[in-house]
C-alpha cells in the first residue's frame, strides 16, 4: 500500500514554455501533499504544501505565481511551473501523507520528475 | 544550528556489519520521525518511522529514539551492498506550519 506516482518521470522543455507534473495516490486518500525540489547532491527542499481544496502554501523564497500549485480532489495534485528556465532544472518530487493527522506526517513519495529546460 | 543535523559521510562499512547512522534534532517538541533511504537519481523510500523513546526493529533495520537527548539513530544490521544509498533523516516539525524538515542526508557505502 501507500503508493503514489509521479508523471511525467523526465521532460525537456525550452525556455518560456510551461510543464505541468501530475502527482497522484493511487491506494489512498491523501488531504495533504507536498512538492519537493532537489538539486544534485543536496537534500530535499520543500517548496510548498498542499491540501485538496484548498490553496497551497508556499516556503519563503518560492515564488506562488511560477509554481502553480492545484490540489482538486483527494488522490491528484498538480505542480505548473510557468515560463520554465534553465535555473528551473531540477528533480521534483512529491509526497503525500498517510492518514495519521499532523502529529505523524508519514509521507510517501512519487518516484520524481527530472526537468531540464533548455 | 541546523533543525536536523547528520554526518554527510561518506561512510564506508563491510558487507555484514553493523551500519550506524546518527541525527540530531534541535526542536525538542518533535514527535515523529523517520528514515528514508535514496538510492542516486531516485526518490527517497520511507523505511522506519519512530514516535517513541527506546527501540523500533523491522527486519535487519532498528530505530532509535532518545528526546531527552534529541538524537535518533538507524542501525542496520548484516549490511549489504544493496544498502549502499543516502540516508535522510527527517523530524516532523509541528509547530507552526506543520511539515517535514530532512537532514542532509548520510552517504552509506557497502563494501564487498
Known amino acids: 500500500g501507500a503508493v503514489v506516482s509521479q508523471h511525467p518521470s523526465r521532460v525537456i522543455c525550452k525556455s518560456g514554455t510551461s510543464v505541468k507534473i501530475e502527482c497522484r495516490s493511487l491506494?489512498?486518500?491523501?488531504?495533504?501533499m507536498f512538492w519537493y525540489r532537489q538539486f544534485p547532491k543536496q537534500s530535499l527542499m520543500l517548496m510548498a504544501t498542499?491540501?485538496?481544496?484548498?490553496?497551497?502554501?508556499?516556503e519563503q523564497g518560492v515564488e506562488k505565481d511560477k509554481f502553480l500549485i492545484n490540489h482538486a480532489s483527494l488522490t491528484l495534485s498538480t505542480l505548473t511551473v510557468t515560463s520554465a528556465h534553465p535555473e528551473d532544472s531540477s528533480f521534483y518530487i512529491c509526497?503525500?501523507?498517510?492518514?495519521?493527522?499532523?502529529?505523524?506526517?508519514?509521507?510517501?513519495f512519487g518516484p520524481g520528475t527530472r526537468l531540464t529546460v533548455l | 544550528q541546523k533543525e536536523v543535523e547528520q554526518n554527510s559521510g561518506p561512510l564506508s562499512v563491510p558487507e555484514g556489519a553493523i551500519a550506524s547512522l546518527n541525527c540530531t534534532y534541535s526542536?525538542?517538541?518533535?514527535?515523529?520521525f523517520f528514515w528514508y533511504r535514496q538510492y542516486s537519481g531516485k526518490s527517497p523510500e520511507l523505511i522506519m518511522s519512530?514516535?517513541?523513546?527506546g527501540d523500533k526493529e523491522d527486519g535487519r533495520f532498528t530505530a532509535q529514539l532518545n528526546k531527552a537527548s534529541q538524537y535518533v539513530s538507524l542501525l542496520i544490521r548484516d549490511s549489504q551492498p544493496s544498502d549502499s544509498a543516502t540516508y535522510l533523516c527527517?523530524?516532523?516539525?509541528?509547530?507552526?506550519?506543520?511539515?517535514?524538515?530532512f537532514g542532509q542526508g548520510t552517504r552509506l557505502t557497502i563494501n564487498p
Open positions: 509526497s503525500a501523507r498517510l492518514g495519521g493527522g499532523a502529529v505523524y506526517n508519514e509521507q510517501f
Open positions: 491506494d489512498f486518500q491523501a488531504t495533504t
Open positions: 498542499s491540501n485538496e481544496g484548498s490553496k497551497a502554501t508556499y
Open positions: 526542536d525538542r517538541g518533535s514527535q515523529s
Open positions: 519512530i514516535y517513541s523513546n
Open positions: 527527517a523530524v516532523n516539525k509541528i509547530q507552526g506550519a506543520q511539515k517535514l524538515v
